[in-house]
């Protein structure tokens, strides 16, 4: 459970090192919300539930909020 403070954060989105520009837009929107959870405090999931913060490209992760981020947002931030 994050107990700390989230006070600043910054998403790199890298073209060249992750080859982002050659995935197509679907991958690349996944990849931008997938960040954003991060900077929200959320963590890949370990249940492997299907979310936007699950880990991987391609067929793997959500491409909206799912159950599974819901309740880890509620639990981290609150209602």
Aim: proline share 3%.
């Amino acid at each position: 459970m994050f107990t700390g403070k989230v006070a600043k954060a910054k998403i790199y989105l890298d073209n060249d090192q992750y080859g982002l520009r050659d995935w197509g837009p679907a991958e690349q929107e996944k990849v931008i919300i997938h960040e954003l959870g991060h900077a929200l405090a959320l963590t890949h999931p370990e249940c492997g539930a299907y979310a936007v913060m699950q880990q991987g490209v391609g067929n793997y992760g959500a491409l909206t909020i799912q159950y599974h981020d819901e309740s880890c947002l509620k639990m981290k931030w609150g209602n």
